[in-house]
């Protein structure tokens, strides 16, 4: 039973949007992030009501700055080299290479900043794992187009895709598609750059956005190929087994409907085919999903491995009196539950190592393909000590069960190409805005109103993390 081989990727991960800042700056365009506040109830509420978040003004917004990774990058990946990455996980901003989204030509200066980008990480023998499209849809796209709604998109994704793959041919070899797919569900103004209140019908909508972006991440995985035969595609999923609340067959049923929602993008994605299930759904629902004759050939172009983000499991119930008067975790987007077995972050999120173990079987059972986890960590406040350190055992101990699970998953059989925690850095919290919520082995000095010095300081799991990598997971 061997753990982790010796081609395991180990890095960290962020995103475009909450890293960069450098709003405007070269020409970059906007994307949906740009709109949002910082305050956490009013961001939750106009993720939901996007025409709010376009109609009004807001003191402050956090992406605008962000972490200024756009000027700190070259400091950053030195620390995160220190740390002995093997790759970095970050997103392009589509917004900054097309900033409205349909020109015909690219923007040469986004591009060069990407150029340096990469070139930085190689430079440190940093494998670059590109994401395509996280929460960064032109927000011209919104306004002019209704976002993924509309099958343009899939044109305008695939030329971006195109530069893409062209441009950093032998620079880059990972790439993922679409951040989070099945967030389109929850979340389609950050996901997919539409107001789903426009629609008389939301849900039509939110599955014909979802059949446009199956299709470009189909179409960009054919072409990455042809492209150049070494690329290695993959989608992503924001994943976390569903447990029934109880053994109830009812519950099972409930728990086993509410995998199949995020299922459902991957079933696609890595099978080539909408699956058996979704019919009875879309009849039931009165989804009637515009398709091209040409889109049953297209979905055949199915992708390499598997990514997906784990922070915790859900617990769910079919009983309406359960849950019309249980306790629910509010933390997180996707709703659960409590779970009385298992701890819960500052946040409410519910904390279950064991549910990666659970999760990764369950992906690699029913998909056989490589699994890469591309986001796992804890979003918790972080207080220097007397000796102005960030003393996170908390983080520690959090990450150090969530690798042993990781661990145990390998062994199982599940074969993982690599584990990049979320915001390896600290940046902007996608749900909240807050830069109080801190997931990162690097501490940033600035606060949720955008002020601070932008100093990066090692935690102490910034030295753990390093052991971890320097003796490939063996010293925890
Ligand atoms: P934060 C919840 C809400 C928004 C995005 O989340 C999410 C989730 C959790 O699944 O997904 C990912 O920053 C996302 C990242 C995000 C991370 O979760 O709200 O891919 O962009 O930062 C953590 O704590």
Redesign the pocket.
Known sequence: MAGFDETFLWGGAI?A??YEGGYREGGKGLGPVDYLPTKAEDRVHVMYHPSLAVSQTFDYYPSHKAIDGYHFFKEDIAMFAEMGFKCLRLSVSWPRIFPNGDEEEPNEVGLRFYDELFDECLNYGIEPVVTLN??DTPMYLYENYDGWTNRKLVDFFVRYASVMFNRYKGKVKYWLTF??IN?LQV?PF?GGSFDPEKFENSLQAKYQAAHHQLIASALATKLAREIDPENKIGCML?A?EAYPNTCNPNDIWAAKMLDREGFFFIDVQVRGKYPSYSQRFFEENQLVIHQEKEDEEILKHTVDFIGF?Y?STKVVSADDQVLSSAEKTDG???SSLENPYLPKSE?GWIIDPMGLRITMNTLYDRYQVPLFVV?N?L?ALDEPNEQGIIDDEYRIDYLRKHVLALEEAVKDGVEVLGYTP??CID??????GQMS?R?GFIHVDLDDQGQGTFKRSRKKSFNWYKQVIASNGENV
């Open positions: 995103a949007n909450q996280h929460f951040n989070e967030i979340l950050l924001a976390g983000s922070y997180n987007i996707f946040w986001e960590g979003g979320w915001g940046i902007i919290s996608a749900g909240t919520k997931y």
